[in-house]
DNA sequence: CGTCCTTTTGAACATTGTCAAACACTGTGG
DNA sequence: CCACAGTGTTTGACAATGTTCAAAAGGACG
C-alpha cells in the first residue's frame, strides 16, 4: 500500500520538535505501527467523543479543529504543516474534545497512541518534548480565552489582522489563508459580523477586498488593537 | 521562620498526583528550595508578565486566577487545595499568561520553577505526572472554551449549576462557593445578567436565595441545559 | 451561461452590557 | 443595641453589540 515507512518518506517529521531530540531506536519504535494517509478536502478524521487511538501529524494541507454542541457548531484551531494534533487525549488515553476535518487535500501520518505512550516512559527527551509541546498548546488556548473574554469582536478582529500581518513579515499587503466563513467562527462571531467588522475597520486604515488585506497604517491600526504579547504573541 | 520543610508539615503534598509516584530523593530535592507562605486574602501572588521563578501548590484556602487587558479583568479559573497552578509556564520558563490572587486566607508552597524542570529531568515518574497534570489543564481549558463559543449566557448559567449540583453529591439543594460577581466573571458574563440568568432559571425550577441554590426539577433543568460529558465533565 | 456557494447588505430582533439607583448584608464603633 | 459605612446584589431604563433572516451581489467552475 505505501513504499517504506512514513520516515522515509517524511523525513521532516523526524525534524519536528516532538520527535527530534530522542533515539533512532524510540523513534523507529514509533513509526513501526504508525502509517501515512492521504485525504481529500472536507473528510472528517475525527469525531469529538471518539476513543483516541491515534496520535495525528499534518504532513501537508491543513485540518480544521472543530466542536459541536445542540446543533451548534464552532472552530476551534487550525492546524498546519507540519505540526501534531489532539496529543493531550492521546496522553491522558481519553476520547478526543474535538472533531478534525481536512480543509484541502492532505497527508496525515497517525501514529498508534499506545506506542506513544509507551516511548514516553522510556525515553526523556522525547517526555520532555512532549511536556514542552502540550504547555504551548495550553498556552495558546489561555491566550485565545483571554482573546474572547476580554475584547469586542471588532478588537478581535483587528487583533487577528495584525497577527496575520506580523506573519506576512510586516508586509501592508498580505493574504488571509482561510475563509472569512470559518475564519468568523474561529473568531467567535458569525460570517455577518465578521463583514461588517471589516467594513468598520476601514476608519483605521484597513482595506480588505477578498482574500486581499492591506493594512494602511499599521500604527493607526495598533492604536485601537492593543496587541498585546501575552494574548496574541504565539511563539511563548 | 518556619517548622521543618514544607513536605514534613504537609504531608498531602507528597500525596499530590503529580507527586506521589516520585522518588523520595527526588521529592526531597524538589522541597529543599521550597517554602510555605501564608497569605492574606486578597494578595496578588503573582502578575501576569512576571517571569515564572516559581510552581505554585495551594494547600488551603483558594486562589482566583484571573487576567486583565486594557482596563478590563476577566477570572479564568479558581484554584482549589490541594493542587497546583502555573504550571504549563514553569515548563516552559515563560512569562505568567494570568495573575493570581488569594480569595481568602490561604497556605501556599512555593517550589523554585528551576528545581521542577530539573527533577523532571531526571525522574521519569515526575515527568509522567506533570505530562498528565497538563494534559488534564490542557483539556480543561478546551471545555471553557466551549462552553464560551457554543452556549448563551443563560445556558452556561444553568450547566454551572448542574456541575455544582453533581459536586454536592447531586443533592437538591447546595451552596455556591463563589462570590456571584466573580462567578459572572467566571462565566463570562455580568453580575446583572448573571443575576438576571439565575431569575430566568425559575421557570425551569430553579430558585436561588443568597448562596442557597434549590434545583426544584433536575430532569427539568437538564432538558434545557443539555449538559455533555465533552464540555461540563471536569474528571476525563 | 447557469449553478452553487460564499460574501455582503439591510432591517428587524435578541442578547448582553452600561449606568444609576435601590436594596440587602456584614461588620464596626458608639 | 443601633446607626452607619462599605460592599455586593438586584432592578429598571437604556445603549451597544451581536444575531437572524431574507435577499442581492460576487466568484468559481462545469
Redesign the interface.
Known sequence: MHLGTPEQQFPEIRELDLFAEMEDAHFKLLMRGAYLQTFPPQIELIS??DPSDFLHIVVSGSVDLF????R???S?ATVWPVSTFI???T??N??Y??SARTLEKSRIVLVPSQDVRAV??ID?RF??A???E??????S??????D????TSLERVANYLLRQQARASGEREFELLTEKRRLASVL?MTPENLSRAFKSLQSYGVCVTGNRVTVGDQADLERFA?P?P??DDYT?
Open positions: 469529538e467523543g466542536s459541536t454542541w445542540n451548534r457548531e464552532t476551534m496529543l493531550a487525549a496522553i491522558k481519553a476520547p474534545l474535538m514516553f516512559d526523556a517526555a520532555r512532549i511536556v514542552t502540550l504547555a504551548q498548546c495550553y498556552r488556548v489561555i491566550k485565545n480565552t483571554k474572547l473574554k476580554l475584547r467567535g492593543k498585546s501575552l494574548i511563548t
